[in-house]
């Protein structure tokens, strides 16, 4: 039969070793720092690209109908919202503040992860409704310069990946990350009434 | 910024042991505590220009790491890695020492206590004092005694319950 002391005398009789040294840390932490910066830009980068792309192709060709206008027009709003969004995700990651109180941080990172999947749901349906509608009003007057085989091609090609993105795609997404949020919702909640028990 | 890399090198120093030590009791496992702990200490390095000199700057790191470790999910690749690690332990028990065994059954006891209580267990164990502890987890003192009391009386109840097996 052992007390408490003897236990805590075991535990620190138990030494650990560190298998990595602060050189290594500090490279390590300067490493991820930056590859989460790379990763961002490049991510925020590549939309900036495809929204360069289709004003380029706005400026620089004579499209005549409203249509092939209101088309571009609506994908380039579509890709900087979600730019916008992107840009204002990257920089709500790094203000969950690891240094609070547990219970706090726990509260503020919970209503983090659910703001943002209610908005990535949402935005998602945003972003596909109006794309959709936007490459419909594209294709008006874009497909007419296309022969007619070139034409269906196009046509069972691009909505072909819209239905598949919509569908498949989201689906094994969204559950995956529905998986995820419950986890660490269920998480925060059990912990949080840890926290909250008054200790009688 | 010579200066920063510098203070963060004392820093790891002065605390990752103790760090690493936190993240074990919790986890039960060398490598998600060694993830931990390097998770933690990246978080120290990207907040450190926050550090306001308001508390010990070890309170502050240990509130990191309860965080970290708090917010950590262990993912299905570890867990299967996990299971097979508890299989080899029950394949090889005759190789371990009394002692080894003992803190297997330590860490095992450990593991059986919810989260919160884990995490201030070890910092008992590791012989914080109170006021300390209260700070690192936004508990009042007065509530923290009773609950440390609570805690050591069901850690040394599992512990033998488990020794007698």
């Known amino acids: ?200 | 910024m010579e200066q920063k890399d510098q203070l963060f090198k004392q820093i790891f120093d002065t605390n990752s042991k103790k760090i690493f030590h936190l993240c074990y009791g919790y986890t039960g496992d060398k490598d998600s505590a060694n993830d931990l702990l390097q998770e933690t200490f990246l978080k120290v390095w990207q907040n450190l220009d926050k550090f306001r000199n308001k508390s010990l700057i070890s309170t502050w790191i240990y509130r990191i790491a309860v965080n970290t470790c708090l917010t950590y999910l262990r993912s299905e690749k570890r867990q299967a890695k996990d299971e097979l690690t508890d299989n080899i332990i029950e394949n090889k028990v005759e190789e371990y020492s009394e002692k080894n065994e003992q803190i297997a059954l330590l860490y095992k006891s450990i593991s059986k206590l919810e989260e919160n209580d884990r995490l201030i267990i070890t910092m008992v164990l590791d012989e914080l004092p109170y006021n300390e502890i209260a700070e690192i987890s936004g508990i009042s003192e007065g509530n923290l005694r009773v609950k440390i009391h609570r805690i050591k009386q069901k850690l040394t109840e599992i512990y033998n319950e488990h020794a007698r097996i």
């Open chain 1, 1 to 200: 039969m052992q007390e408490f002391e003897d236990i805590q005398s075991l535990w620190q009789s138990h030494t650990v070793e560190v298998n990595i040294s602060s050189e290594e840390m500090l490279a390590q932490a300067k490493k991820e720092v930056n590859s989460i910066r790379t990763k961002s830009l490049l991510n925020i980068g590549g939309m900036v690209l495809s929204l360069l792309a289709f004003a380029a192709l706005w400026l620089f060709f004579d499209f005549q109908s409203w249509t092939t206008h209101a088309g571009i027009g609506i994908i380039v709003c579509s890709i900087a919202i979600y730019t916008f969004i992107l840009y204002r995700g990257y920089r709500l990651i790094s203000q969950n503040d690891f240094t609070a109180h547990p219970n706090e941080f726990l509260s503020q990172l919970k209503l983090y992860q659910l703001n943002r999947f209610s908005l990535y749901h949402k935005l998602y349906w945003f972003y596909t409704i109006a794309l959709s509608i936007a490459i419909v009003l594209f294709f008006f007057e874009v497909l007419s310069y296309f022969s007619f085989w070139k034409q269906c091609m196009t046509i069972v090609f691009t909505f072909g990946w819209m239905i598949f993105c919509s569908t498949i795609f989201r689906k094994a997404v969204m559950n995956r990350e529905k998986e995820r949020i419950n986890l660490l919702i269920e998480k925060f909640e059990r912990i949080s009434a840890q926290f909250k028990e008054t200790g009688h």
